[in-house]
């Protein structure tokens, strides 16, 4: 079989790209075709994404990409989503997860439904932006229909209608065991389930291009655009170059990903006390996982200080002496834009920690910080879901943060593979090509990532001394 060309678009809180891969039997080649600064935009004092701005991004990648494309993928963010009226017209503008109108919604869920109901039914971790929150702070009555970022993009595309249900999943709409939304708890929550669209499955086809887009791109009206894992963590993790089943994944870009991959969900108690998710996977696995603030911390830093250099401050801070300054990066004051820096200054010292004092100590503080946090997650995935763990795969543009994986590697005691970075592009591509023929299971998915794409593996000191202190000064779980 030759290799075929797949573009996958993959929208990422920080940025967007449109990439194009060649993909067959020993081959898979990305490469770059458009990326685009992902900015959110504060109107009349919402937060919102540019959706048209990103959809135009989207056109110009697909018009400047290889010629003879076989498919196209979309993935994007979790959780948010546009309202369609009667006419299939957008209603207003996508409301950024960030934004403060979910204030006090989820407690106010959690009381009146309980979290036993709520993690029973959805497995999902209770984050303040889970769709569900956003929906009761929402007037969904006003909408005919409700789609998630990548199917509003590929509804603009081809006009087809539908939820992709990894992503669906972190609605907290969808139930877990039966992978349907759930009659049930739409009801308690008093949303209309009418607006909930037919859900599709990664590798199905969603349509072909629309006369006007196919004008608009050059590109033929016949070309497929393929649902893949349109959570775009769904897509990571389908990318994770893992050889067997005893391995752990950070996902680590704006958000650090951390967890392990699952039959079957775990909703125990103590699972839903850790506040870990079940989230759905390629071929029906289970993402069992922990956000954990990720690289958000330096991205707001580096946007207050403005001028900034991120490999210059990651040598420096790589100098400074480590585990002096410390954070809990999921503290929720951490959550909405703003001053980071003094955010952090704040928070060492209301703990009573010494507070950084310059710029390399502040990226110091946020990678020891971050390294912690991403020891304590894996260390209770494994506990808490009975899943040894003898390798850590971290993926994401946060593989390139040479200090952050040998930080996470030294904190967990564990050996950390860094790449793809690229993950999710690849693990859209894959999806795609795989409902083409190219390749078959999962497993040689991963395996065709691992054979081509290149890889570091950091040995873990030996010393972990320093961050059970750490940590045990933190209060984290160890
Ligand atoms: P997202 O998909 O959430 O937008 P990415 O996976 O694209 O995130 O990762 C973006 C992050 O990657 C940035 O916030 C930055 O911290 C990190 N990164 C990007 N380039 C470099 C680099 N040259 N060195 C170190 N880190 C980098
Ligand atoms: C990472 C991500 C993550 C979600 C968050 C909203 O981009 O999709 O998996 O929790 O964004």
Not at 107 to 124: I, K
Not at 229 to 246: C, F, I, K, L, N
């Amino acid at each position: 079989m030759t290799p075929s060309t797949y573009a996958a678009v993959d929208l990422g809180a920080s940025s967007g790209r449109v990439m194009a891969a060649r993909v067959g039997p020993g081959t898979l080649e990305l490469t770059e075709v458009r990326r685009f600064p992902n900015r959110p935009v504060r109107v009349n004092g919402t937060l919102h994404w540019d959706v048209l701005g990103l959809y135009g991004n989207v056109l110009d990648g697909l018009r400047a990409a290889p010629p003879g494309l076989a498919s196209v993928g979309i993935d994007s963010w979790a959780v948010d989503y546009g309202l369609l009226d009667g006419d299939g017209n957008l209603i207003g503008n996508p409301v950024h997860y960030r934004d403060s109108r979910t204030d006090g919604v989820m407690e106010r869920v959690r009381a009146e439904l309980g979290d036993d109901f709520l993690y029973r039914t959805s497995g999902l971790q209770f984050l303040p932006f889970n769709t569900i929150y956003q929906l009761a702070a929402d007037d969904p009555e006003r909408a005919s229909t409700l789609l998630l970022i990548p199917d509003l993009l590929a509804y603009w595309l081809t006009g087809g209608i539908g939820a992709e249900r990894t992503n669906a999943s972190t609605t907290g709409l969808l139930d877990v065991r039966t992978g349907a939304w759930s009659g049930d708890l739409l009801d308690r929550v008093g949303l209309p389930a009418r607006v909930l669209p037919p859900l599709r499955d990664p590798g199905e086809v969603i349509g072909t291009l629309r006369p006007d887009v196919a004008e608009e791109t050059g590109r033929p009206t016949d070309l497929p655009v393929t649902a893949v894992g349109s959570h775009d963590t769904a897509s990571a993790v389908a990318a994770v170059p893992a050889t067997g089943e005893r391995f752990a994944y950070i996902s680590c870009g704006t958000w650090s990903l951390v967890g392990v991959e699952l039959d079957a969900p775990v909703l125990t108690e103590a699972s839903r006390k850790a506040n870990f998710t079940n989230e759905g996977g390629v071929d029906g696995t289970v993402r069992y996982l922990r956000n954990v603030m990720g690289l958000w911390l330096l991205q707001e830093s580096l946007r207050t200080w403005g001028d900034a250099d991120l490999p210059a401050l990651l040598d420096e801070a790589a100098r400074v002496p480590g585990l002096r300054s410390l954070i809990d990066p999921d503290d929720p004051e951490f959550l909405p834009p703003g001053d980071m820096p003094a955010r952090i200054t704040a928070h060492c010292r209301r703990r009573g920690l010494p507070e950084p004092r310059t710029r390399a100590e502040t990226v110091r503080c946020v990678l020891d910080s971050l390294a912690l946090a991403h020891r304590a997650t894996l260390r209770q995935a494994a506990r808490l879901s009975g899943r040894e763990i003898d390798v850590v795969h971290l993926v994401g543009g946060g593989s390139r943060n040479e200090l952050l994986c040998q930080l996470t590697a030294d904190a967990s005691g564990l050996p950390v593979v860094a790449g793809p970075v690229e993950a999710t592009a690849l693990g859209n591509v894959l999806v795609q090509a795989r409902a083409q023929g190219a390749v078959s299971s999962l497993a040689e998915m991963r395996a065709l990532v691992a054979a081509t794409q290149p890889l570091r593996r950091y040995e873990p000191s030996g010393n972990t001394t320093p961050w059970d202190e750490a940590a045990a000064l933190l209060d984290l779980p160890s």
